[in-house]
Each structure stands twice: as structure tokens, then as C-alpha cells.
């Protein structure tokens, strides 16, 4: 397997440079300003993770309108377009707190209006407790049509709050979503990179490791090739599959992300070193059983292998050093070991082509 991997890193970076090219020449053709959010949209389209965000894309047409290509950003809640619905939520609630700042200040105005028709009929009474009927009338009337306006002013200022505290509600929703794309993959929904880094930290530095923490790097060998030779659509229709095998293969407390394209980490409670072989075992055997037919061709099927790297959170491990160790593993796994735990003599060996932040 060695001999393979600068063909497919080579083939790979092919393909990443003719996406690239192909992005910048399909956002010239169409006149799309050159945002970066708008380059990450064309990019997720055009190679193929996102099937459904590539043909909804076709259908805006020639010279669509940037508000219709958030409208994608933000539906498929791309990393790029999360600070701006965070920017579209922050902007409503102001434009809400500024509408019912007003109707606090109508509000006010009436209750004073109310105020100063009370103070003047409490005024006339003192002054000439046996004033005339119809001027008293008058003066009733005058108090009633305050209190009238009072009234509804203050049903009104109610009916906004009720629903400003609701749309409140919506968008701390909006904004806790647009938080979670940051640390989501958009074509499997796994966790990624990211929200593997939060979670190491977590354990190692705000929880006790009371037992023992396994970190597990795994590469789904084939993946890249299969997107290579049948296109997007079929990585796309593998990587469903593989995002719930591998769900369903953890347990409760355990997690999993994608972490690159073929490449996913497991982090296992309660488990040995001999547990976590166990398991990647179990992950390899269950991947190399997934059959994914090809389109049009419901007869043929591809396969796929898996190289697994392993390491043991010590007491004193920091997430570095996990991700470091574990891409250790995966590499000699991939030299044809197929699963590999980390040991310091390992780690000695490999240690030239790793520097510091190689994880």
C-alpha cells in the first residue's frame, strides 16, 4: 500500500487543482463577486460532496443574485455563511429591540397623556367640587378617551412582546445552529475537526480520565479513488453510509468525526489497548462489508478497506499529542499494517516527518 499513496496523493491533488480551476472559471462565467463565501459555495457544488447544493446552484441560472446564493450558503449552513446568519440573526434582534423601544416610548407618552387628564380632573374637582354637569361630562369624556388610548398602547406593547420574545427564541436557535456548522461536516453531519479538538480538550483537561481514553485515526482506503473514477455523487452515497455504520458501531458515550476527506477519529471510553484494537477490528471488517452500487449498474458494486491509527491517552497527554501519536499510527497502519498502536519506539521512527503541528 506505500507504493500507492504518492499516486493517490498526486491523482488527489490533480483533482483538487481542476476543482479549483474550475471554480474560478464557473463564478467568471456567471459574474459572481469574488466573496469567500461565495468561493466555498461553488467549491462544495462543483466537487461533488454536495450533490442536492450543486443542482439547486444550477437552477439560480445565469448572473444569480448574491441574496439567492446566501439563501444556498445558508440553507446547506456552510462554515463560510455562519457568520453571516450570525450577523442576519444580531441584526434582526436589534431592528426587533429598536421597534419595541418605540412602542415603549408611545407607550410612556400615553400613560403620562393619562396622567395629566387624571391630574387636571382631580384638579377641577378641588377646585370647584360643584362645577356644572356638562363640564364635568366633558371632562369624563376627555378621561375616558385617554384611558382608550392607554389601553391600546399597552395591548399593543404586550401583542410585541410576546412575539419579540418568541422571534428571541428563534434566533438564539438560528445562532446556536449557525455555532454548530462551525463544527460540522456539511456532507455527513458528523463532528469535525474542530469539534475533535473541543471534545479531546474536554476529557483531558476539564474531566478526571478516571479509565482509560482511546483515540483511534482511521482512513477509509478507496474513498478518494472511488470519487476519482465514478464522481461525487457516489463518495457522496458511500459517505452516508459510512457516517451511519460508523454511528451505530460506537457506543453511547463514544464519539466520532470526519476529520479530511477519507479519514474519520473514534474516541473510546473505558477501553484498553487491546479494546481499541478490538474495536478498530470490528470497524474494519464492518467497512470492508459495505457494498455501494454504482449508478446505472445495479449488478456492480465497489468496496472499501480501512487502516487504523491507535493511541492511549497518559495523564499527562495534551489533544496535541493524541492527534500527533494517533497520525503516527494511521501512517505505518498504511504502510501495510492495516491496524497500529503508537509506542514511543514508533514515535522515534516517524519522528523526523512529523513536526510539531503535523497533526
Known sequence: MTRQVPADASRSQARQAAIILKVAHAMSAHGIAALPRNYELFYEALSGRLPQLSRELGALGHNPQQDSLDALGLKHRLVSHASLAADRARAEAQEALADMASKLKLALAQKQAFKNELDHFAGRLAEDPVARLTEFADAAIRLREAAGRLMNEESALRHLLENGAQRFVELDGDLAESRRSL???PATGLPNRLALSAKLDSILETERIDQPVALLLVSVEGLREMADHHGGTVAAKALGKLSAL?????????FVARVGQQDFAFV???VSAENAEAIARRLLQSVEAMKVTLPGRVHTTETL???AGITIAQPASTTADLLIQAEIALAGARDGAGILGYSATLGRDRGKIYGQNAA
Open 183 to 185: 463544527t460540522r461536516d
Open 246 to 254: 460508523f454511528r451505530k458501531l460506537i457506543k453511547k458515550n463514544d
Open 268 to 270: 473510546c471510553r473505558d
Open 305 to 307: 478497506s480501512l487502516a
